[in-house]
């Protein structure tokens, strides 16, 4: 970027980011509030700036990292901003025990440059999961963050992506992790954000709202799109849902689960929703040694997220066990207790899993799902297909749902031109190979619902 455009462009951050304090000094001065609204930003949007990407920064590591075939060449640069706003937590609640706002912390993404003048479509996106409470969707070496940029932001899509409760920026106490409700509260709430942040940074935004995630994402987007529908349907005009890889029916997951083979990452995924769901609802368990074997069960309860272990450093450290997923679930668990929740329909487990199904409702907009049948962690047979199924005896029409399976064999099955051998293919399926198929789809599917064939 040229240096008079790079000063100008810093002049405007700059001299907005000075009305957004004078106008949030006035605000607290004026004594008519109740409390911060819900989905205002924290701190002013110009002070937020990260990182800002050339398109043909974009372009060079896109192809560095095999990701231009599906990004195409970019036609914007994109600037990352963090954002930390107001939102409530899992029972609702807008302040903490000491009275502090809740609030959390995102991303977002805005295309400059030769796009800068041109209204965006705002993308809504909520991530995968993560066991890193430090993880933030604001830091522009992320690997997700870069495929959003990518594939979206350069292409002239505003995106926000929110860290949700309990990571990152956020003064939340734990992660309620895939308690609907709250993940579509933190979504909902990053969209009003990013309106502000926009408005601020002088980024026109053309109203029309899409929504996207991926693994936990794709649950959190589904849960999004089904709130927004039922409660804001004049506030936020969703045109399109494209929800990837999600655990949409969690009844079935926990009622019909195959004991004998468990799903890859089970380690981090399963202890992650039973400590969440008891914090959220109270009654999973009196005692997490009923449940969790030694020495697991001491210290489980606040394990995730965490703040200094990864993936990779939870089981190296003996915090979580290692092996194949069916090692790793005899030595976490008490077999009478997983089996208890597969016989008895009111299990806590079984009523807390109902209660953040996402079966049983009807969209407004059109949506796709996407997945991979191939995919070990979250597969399609026990919720894509599920919930597709569920659609279609209702009669809803507007819903579409592909495989990217054929894809990934024909690239890195037997023979194909990246061919892996088949513990790679397994261990890196859901995180590594399906996501940017999905979301290239997604990109297509999104096209098509803005920009409708009259």
């Given at each position: 970027?040229?240096?008079?455009?790079?000063?100008?462009?810093?002049?405007?951050?700059?001299?907005?980011?000075?009305?957004?304090?004078?106008?949030?000094?006035?605000?607290?001065?004026?004594?008519?509030?109740?409390?911060?609204?819900?989905?205002?930003?924290?701190?002013?949007?110009?002070?937020?700036?990260?990182?800002?990407?050339?398109?043909?920064?974009?372009?060079?590591?896109?192809?560095?990292?095999?990701?231009?075939?599906?990004?195409?060449?970019?036609?914007?640069?994109?600037?990352?901003?963090?954002?930390?706003?107001?939102?409530?937590?899992?029972?609702?609640?807008?302040?903490?025990?000491?009275?502090?706002?809740?609030?959390?912390?995102?991303?977002?993404?805005?295309?400059?440059?030769?796009?800068?003048?041109?209204?965006?479509?705002?993308?809504?996106?909520?991530r995968g999961t993560d066991v890193q409470k430090t993880r933030t969707m604001a830091d522009p070496q992320g690997s997700e963050t870069f495929m959003l940029a990518a594939l979206y932001a350069a292409q002239g899509y505003a995106v926000v992506a929110t860290d949700y409760l309990g990571y990152a920026q956020s003064n939340y106490s734990f992660h309620p992790y895939l308690h609907a409700d709250s993940e579509a509260t933190a979504v909902i709430d990053s969209i009003r954000a990013a309106r502000q942040a926009a408005e601020e940074l002088g980024a026109p935004l053309s109203g029309k709202v899409v929504l996207s995630g991926y693994s936990q994402g794709g649950h959190s987007s589904m849960a999004?799109?089904?709130?927004?529908?039922?409660?804001?349907?004049?506030?936020?005009?969703?045109?399109?849902?494209?929800?990837?890889?999600?655990?949409?029916?969690?009844?079935?997951?926990?009622?019909?689960?195959?004991?004998?083979?468990?799903?890859?990452?089970?380690?981090?995924?399963?202890?992650?929703?039973?400590?969440?769901?008891?914090?959220?609802?109270?009654?999973?368990?009196?005692?997490?040694?009923?449940?969790?074997?030694?020495?697991?069960?001491?210290?489980?309860?606040?394990?995730?997220?965490?703040?200094?272990?990864?993936?990779?450093?939870?089981?190296?450290?003996?915090?979580?066990?290692?092996?194949?997923?069916?090692?790793?679930?005899?030595?976490?668990?008490?077999?009478?207790?997983?089996?208890?929740?597969?016989?008895?329909?009111?299990?806590?487990?079984?009523?807390?899993?109902?209660?953040?199904?996402?079966?049983?409702?009807?969209?407004?907009?059109?949506?796709?799902?996407?997945?991979?049948?191939?995919?070990?962690?979250?597969?399609?047979?026990?919720?894509?297909?599920?919930?597709?199924?569920?659609?279609?005896?209702?009669?809803?029409?507007?819903?579409?749902?592909?495989?990217?399976?054929?894809?990934?064999?024909?690239?890195?099955?037997?023979?194909?031109?990246?061919?892996?051998?088949?513990?790679?293919?397994?261990?890196?399926?859901?995180?590594?190979?399906?996501?940017?198929?999905?979301?290239?789809?997604?990109?297509?599917?999104?096209?098509?619902?803005?920009?409708?064939?009259?």
């Amino acid at each position: 970027m040229p240096v008079n455009q790079e000063e100008m462009r810093m002049n405007r951050y700059f001299k907005l980011g000075c009305v957004a304090i004078a106008t949030a000094w006035l605000a607290g001065c004026g004594g008519g509030s109740s409390g911060p609204e819900r989905g205002s930003l924290v701190a002013p949007a110009a002070d937020g700036l990260v990182a800002s990407m050339s398109a043909a920064q974009i372009d060079g590591a896109a192809a560095a990292s095999g990701l231009d075939a599906l990004a195409g060449p970019a036609r914007c640069d994109v600037d990352i901003v963090n954002l930390t706003y107001r939102t409530v937590g899992a029972q609702g609640e807008e302040r903490l025990p000491d009275r502090e706002p809740v609030q959390v912390s995102g991303a977002l993404l805005l295309p400059t440059g030769d796009c800068a003048d041109t209204p965006a479509p705002l993308l809504a996106y909520a991530r995968g999961t993560d066991v890193q409470k430090t993880r933030t969707m604001a830091d522009p070496q992320g690997s997700e963050t870069f495929m959003l940029a990518a594939l979206y932001a350069a292409q002239g899509y505003a995106v926000v992506a929110t860290d949700y409760l309990g990571y990152a920026q956020s003064n939340y106490s734990f992660h309620p992790y895939l308690h609907a409700d709250s993940e579509a509260t933190a979504v909902i709430d990053s969209i009003r954000a990013a309106r502000q942040a926009a408005e601020e940074l002088g980024a026109p935004l053309s109203g029309k709202v899409v929504l996207s995630g991926y693994s936990q994402g794709g649950h959190s987007s589904m849960a999004t799109h089904r709130a927004i529908e039922r409660d804001l349907p004049g506030e936020i005009e969703v045109v399109a849902g494209a929800h990837l890889a999600g655990p949409y029916s969690l009844s079935s997951a926990f009622g019909d689960a195959d004991l004998d083979n468990p799903i890859a990452g089970y380690q981090y995924f399963i202890p992650f929703i039973i400590t969440a769901w008891q914090k959220v609802y109270g009654d999973i368990y009196d005692d997490p040694a009923t449940i969790f074997k030694a020495p697991y069960a001491t210290g489980i309860e606040d394990l995730l997220p965490s703040p200094t272990l990864n993936f990779t450093t939870l089981v190296s450290s003996g915090a979580l066990p290692g092996g194949t997923p069916v090692q790793a679930q005899d030595a976490l668990f008490h077999r009478s207790w997983l089996q208890a929740i597969k016989d008895d329909p009111a299990h806590p487990m079984r009523v807390a899993a109902a209660r953040n199904d996402l079966l049983d409702w009807t969209p407004a907009a059109p949506v796709l799902l996407c997945g991979g049948a191939g995919d070990p962690t979250v597969p399609p047979a026990m919720h894509q297909d599920v919930l597709m199924a569920d659609f279609t005896a209702r009669g809803v029409s507007n819903v579409t749902s592909i495989d990217v399976d054929p894809q990934i064999q024909a690239i890195y099955g037997p023979g194909g031109p990246a061919e892996l051998d088949p513990v790679t293919l397994y261990s890196s399926y859901h995180g590594a190979l399906e996501p940017p198929l999905c979301l290239a789809a997604a990109r297509t599917f999104f096209e098509s619902a803005l920009n409708p064939v009259q």
